[in-house]
Every structure is written in C-alpha cells, then in structure tokens.
C-alpha cells in the first residue's frame, strides 16, 4: 500500500487501530511501515505499507472483509492511496 497522500493524519493514525487488529486477525504480518530511504528512477517518496499474508486468497480476503473496509473509511477525506496485492514465490 502506498499512502499518495496525506491530508489528515489522525485519521490515518484511526485507521491504523482500525485495521491492524483486523490484517493480524487474518494472519497478515506487517513487514515494513514508512517513508522509503531512497527512491529511484519513477519512485517517489510516499509512505509505505506491506504486509505478508499466507496466501493471495487470504489476502483479498481480509482487504474485503467486513471488519477491514470499515477500517478504511477513515481514511475518506484523510488520505489517498494505493493498494496491490500480488502473489509471493
């Protein structure tokens, strides 16, 4: 997930309490949070989630869940971002 951008960030700090208990619920381990140290050729510099599931099923199974898009309404009018779920090796 990348955060384009930031607007109000006590809701994004809402939505993270929101959704942490919910992504672990799942299985899902958050591996890395935060802005990148660098960023090359078209990266840019946004804020940075990803998070480990045990399966692409399971994945997309908890960003659809109930619990979850009730997590992300807090981010309406607080921020803008992007989600992608790919599958591992």
Known sequence: ???QSI???AGVEKY??????VIKAHGGRVLAVGTPAFAYESGK?????????ADLATANAAYRSPEYQ?????LDGAAE???????GR
């Not at 993270?16 to 208990?21: G, L, R, Y």
């Not at 510099?45 to 599931?53: N, S, W």
């Not at 009730?70 to 807090?74: D, F, I, K």
């Open 70 to 74: 009730l997590a992300v309404r807090h």
């Open 1 to 3: 997930m990348t955060f």
């Open 45 to 53: 510099l946004q804020h940075v989630a990803v998070v480990e599931f």
């Open 81 to 87: 971002r992007d989600v992608r779920l790919i599958e």
């Open 7 to 9: 607007s109000d960030a």
């Open 16 to 21: 993270v309490a929101a959704a942490t208990p």
